[in-house]
């Protein structure tokens, strides 16, 4: 079946830091790709998502490239904040139109001043 | 415009007894789906409701069982609880019609089962 594996947390960095949490996927046919947020006490809100390998997607200085070759999806940031401090969910959704996600654990990441 | 709604925030239950989660889809939304996430994990899949019917079920026992309504808000029931039914749940909808892949989540409901 699908699944999704993220690197274990938690992640503790000081701002400004550069930042990199690992996602790799399984699963049959084309999925798309996704990570979301989760700050303390909300629910899930989507931070960028790819549709197909080599797709970039890009929000609030956060980065992922769709890589199939190595089923990855790892994010990346230049330079944390603290208000950046979350845990960050990788997912994926194997029909790839809204269908059933597939999430990993999650990654608590924690930026210090 | 709201975003997904999900009614009540936190909700205390003992073992043995029934509880009904509520949603309210994004506006212009036709899809709702179920997540349960235990703490400190990922969110699992439940089910899906299109059109008044679930479409999709994820590994999750007949206890849970929802609704969808006309006006495309949904239910989830849960059954019998158990103590391992103390999670968030999870509340996320999208808009299937129109071929886009992307579910909002709501707040979610905090269940603890004594």
């Known amino acids: 079946g699908d699944s999704v594996t993220q690197m274990e947390g938690p992640v503790t960095l000081s701002e400004e830091a550069f930042l990199t949490i690992n996602c790799t996927y399984t699963?049959?046919?084309?999925?798309?790709l996704f990570w979301y947020v989760q700050y303390p006490g909300e629910g899930l809100q989507l931070l960028l998502k790819?549709?197909?390998?080599?797709d970039k997607g890009s929000n609030k200085g956060f980065e992922a490239t769709y890589r199939k070759e190595t089923t990855s999806f790892h994010l990346e940031k230049g330079s944390v904040q603290v208000s950046d401090s979350a845990v960050y969910f990788c997912?994926?959704?194997?029909?790839?139109?809204?269908?059933?996600?597939?999430f990993g654990s999650g990654t608590q990441l924690t930026v210090l001043p | 415009d709201a975003g997904v709604t999900q009614s009540p925030t936190h909700l205390i239950k003992t073992r043995g007894q029934q509880v009904t989660l509520r949603c309210s889809p994004k506006s212009g939304h036709d899809t709702v789906s179920w997540y349960q996430q235990a703490l400190g994990q990922g969110p699992q899949f439940i089910f899906q409701?299109?059109?008044?019917?679930?479409?999709q079920r994820g590994n999750f026992p007949d206890r849970f069982s929802g609704h969808q309504f006309p006006n495309y808000s949904s239910e989830l029931n849960v059954n019998a609880l158990l103590l391992g039914d103390s999670a968030l749940y999870l509340c996320a909808s999208s808009e299937i019609a129109g071929g886009r892949n992307e579910q909002f989540f709501g707040p979610g409901t905090r269940l603890t089962v004594l």
């Open positions: 997912a994926l959704d194997r029909r790839g139109s809204a269908r059933q996600l597939t």
């Open positions: 409701y299109y059109e008044e019917e679930e479409r």
């Open positions: 790819a549709t197909k390998a080599d």
């Open positions: 699963a049959t046919g084309y999925p798309s």
